[in-house]
């Protein structure tokens, strides 16, 4: 069997409730941070961790998606005859080569659960990340890449996490160390969305997993859980009663794409960091305070 992980499932069905309107005609994760869309730079996380297969879980209203991820025959032929190879390149970029990519229908808004496990007969019996798109992670190396990383060492369950703000874990999926020495520690406990003041730890689950495929037949008879939808983080803690989990303390910044202030703060980081462009977009960022 190959443990090497090659596949990456990417949840993009919700609504964008938190980034309405701008995500009533765009699918969420199609939205700009600067000059690209999200989507664009969790593609290119994902091959920077040697993931060759992208499996997207849309919902209805998100063909975008496909189309962006498709050649473009009149835009480039466009910018071909008129010699903009620049612009070519970079609209080429984000392309995979023809069979790199599946796009599966969730059908059901019923939770991030529900999402990774119509996943399964894709993935089939082999290890697979989980990139939750909303949450840009600007690392070096990639923060999928240290998680891969930290499953070449362990083996198992690989869960990425960081401390979350003062007063806003119960927000999140919360994970329970064994002890805390150095960045990445076994597991011993998770919970989804604690109560205020019950949460085991302040680190969350901050949006990218290695997990193994035994997680397919837990999360088929997952129940509900956190908010009446099926918890990814239900199904996991199932799992850790068979198989390893560790908390990978990654290195890097997470920008919450799902929440207008994070994008806004996403926009800005993105700009500052841009190869060509970074100069300029400080000066028009000062220009403003
Ligand atoms: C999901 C996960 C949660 C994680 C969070 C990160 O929750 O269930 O464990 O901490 O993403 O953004 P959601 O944001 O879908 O409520």
Same mark, same amino acid.
């Given at each position: 069997m190959d +443990? +090497?992980? +090659? @596949?990456?499932?990417? #949840?993009?069905? $919700?609504?964008?409730? %938190?980034?309405?309107?701008?995500?009533?005609?765009? #699918? @969420?994760?199609?939205?700009?941070?600067?000059d690209r869309p999200i989507l664009s730079y969790v593609i290119e996380e994902g091959r920077a961790a040697g993931i060759e297969h992208f499996v997207f879980i849309v919902g209805r209203g998100q063909g975008a998606i496909e189309d962006y991820f498709d050649a473009s025959p009149e835009i480039e032929s466009?910018?071909?005859? @008129?010699?903009?190879? /620049?612009?070519?390149?970079?609209? %080429? %970029? /984000?392309l995979p080569k023809p069979g790199q990519m599946s796009f599966v229908r969730q059908m059901a808004p019923l939770g991030l659960g529900h999402a990774v496990w119509c996943a399964r007969d894709i993935i089939g019996d082999e290890p697979f990340a989980v990139m939750l798109p909303d949450m840009l992670m600007a690392a070096e190396p990639a923060a999928l890449a240290q998680a891969v990383s930290a499953h070449d060492q362990v083996g198992g369950n690989i869960i990425v996490v960081e401390p979350a703000p003062e007063g806003e874990a119960h927000k999140y999926g919360i994970v329970d160390l064994e002890r805390q020495e150095g960045r990445l520690n076994r597991m011993r406990g998770m919970v989804e969305k604690p109560a205020p003041g019950t949460e085991?730890?302040?680190?969350?689950?901050? $949006?990218r997993y290695v997990l193994q495929p035994d997680i397919f037949p837990l999360l088929e008879k997952q129940g509900k859980g956190a908010g009446g939808e099926i918890q990814l983080t239900d199904a996991m803690a199932e799992l850790m009663k068979a198989q390893p989990f560790h908390a990978l303390e990654y290195e890097g910044v997470t920008y919450d794409c799902g929440d207008?202030? $994070?994008?806004? +703060?996403?926009?800005?980081?993105?700009?500052? %960091?841009?190869?060509?462009?970074?100069? /300029?977009?400080r000066a028009a960022i000062s220009g403003l305070l």
């Open positions: +443990r +090497r992980v +090659r @596949k990456a499932v990417l #949840p993009v069905a $919700g609504l964008g409730t %938190r980034v309405l309107p701008g995500a009533k005609t765009t #699918p @969420k994760n199609m939205l700009n941070v600067f466009a910018l071909e005859a @008129k010699g903009k190879a /620049d612009i070519l390149a970079e609209v %080429r %970029r /984000d085991p730890s302040n680190l969350f689950i901050s $949006g207008k202030i $994070g994008l806004l +703060r996403a926009n800005v980081a993105f700009a500052l %960091r841009h190869p060509s462009l970074g100069a /300029d977009a």
